[in-house]
């Protein structure tokens, strides 16, 4: 029966270890699941919007939503041509939380990019002709080393703080960087020593997601979730703006899943996040904006990782 206990307990202790979660830090999340980080009863929203330096419409897109709508986070790559006109951008807007959109992937056909990285240095992580694999699975597939993935993370980080950037947060393109265990202890390595906030890492829960509704139905399906919303949590809701414009229509994704007027529809999601409508509805419900900054500043040391 000893043995049993023993073996029992190992167990757990391993579970707990491999999620990067102390016991204390799970019944922590556990008991302040009903309540936000701030610990004061408002209901707070963080708008992240991703994929920023994709495009010059992606960034026509940001500077919209920069003057006419609601965003309080933007997430960069800097892995593109288009990245010296985002930060020239994000500069005029201080007031927007920056994070780093790390990217070890490229989706897209025939606009491809690779890394920040020399590519003799990370052959790993690159196809034959030295740009990112498109789809998480190809990646995986060339067997990523994690010495070249945590490079190549830290190489995008500095890049960004290098262009004169104030970064507050990290995140991942599609996933791709934090893939397996072994590369998200890497991410989490960079974010802890560049002292940047993870999103998602803070108990934010999942706001509205619209990047796969309709494109004509986005707005009013926006409108009604956040009148879902619940009092006294901090929601985070990604989008993916861009513009309707030549530059990107033609681009295409390579997963089959992905919306096809890709354009059409992150056109779409940047004019939700600047209805007024939208902007009414957060007033009226007593909703407050937040950035990523603000919780760097104040809870990184709640920074957490969260359950699988």
């Known amino acids: 029966m000893f043995r049993v206990f023993i073996g029992i307990l190992v167990a757990a202790i391993f579970v707990f270890t491999r999620s990067g979660v102390s016991p204390a830090q799970t019944n922590e999340s556990e008991n302040s699941s009903s309540q936000s980080i701030f610990g004061d009863g408002k209901t707070r929203l963080i708008i992240r919007v991703d994929d920023i330096g994709f495009t010059h419409a992606a960034n026509l897109a940001m500077k919209k939503l920069a003057e006419e709508g609601c965003v309080t986070a933007a997430s960069v790559m800097v892995t ?26 490229c989706e897209w056909m025939p606009y491809r990019w690779g890394p920040v990285s020399p590519v003799t240095e990370v052959p790993t992580l690159v196809d034959e002709w030295g740009k990112f694999f ?46 397996t265990p072994a590369m998200r202890e ?25 990047y796969s509704v309709e494109p004509d139905k986005k707005a009013d399906f926006l409108l009604a979730e956040i009148e879902k919303l619940e009092s006294g949590n901090l929601y ?68 957490a990782r969260p359950a699988e």
Not at 93 to 100: C, D, L, R
Not at 134 to 157: C, H, M, T, W, Y
Request: hydrophobic share 40%; with cysteine; glycine share 6%.
């Open 80 to 105: 593109t041509p288009w990245l010296d006109e985002a930060v020239e951008l994000l500069k005029q807007h201080p007031e927007i939380s920056v994070g780093v959109h790390t990217c070890l992937n």
């Open 236 to 303: 985070l809701m990604v989008g993916h703006p861009g513009m309707n414009t030549p530059e990107l229509a033609v681009l295409k994704d390579i997963h089959p899943w992905a919306p096809q007027n890709m354009s059409e529809h992150r056109e779409a999601e940047t004019n939700a996040l600047c209805d007024p409508r939208f902007k009414e509805l957060l007033a009226k419900k007593g909703i407050e904006l937040v950035g990523y900054d603000i919780i760097k500043e104040k809870y990184l040391d709640r920074m």
């Open 186 to 210: 890497r991410f989490e390595k960079v974010a802890r020593e560049y002292g940047l906030a993870i999103s998602r890492w803070f108990g934010e829960k999942e706001g509205p997601a619209i």
């Open 134 to 179: 498109g789809s998480r699975q190809q990646l995986r597939d060339n067997n990523p080393n994690v010495d070249e993935v945590e490079k190549e993370i830290r190489a995008q980080v500095d890049l960004a703080l290098k262009k004169g950037l104030k970064i507050s947060y990290m995140d991942h393109h599609m996933s791709a960087a934090v893939d």
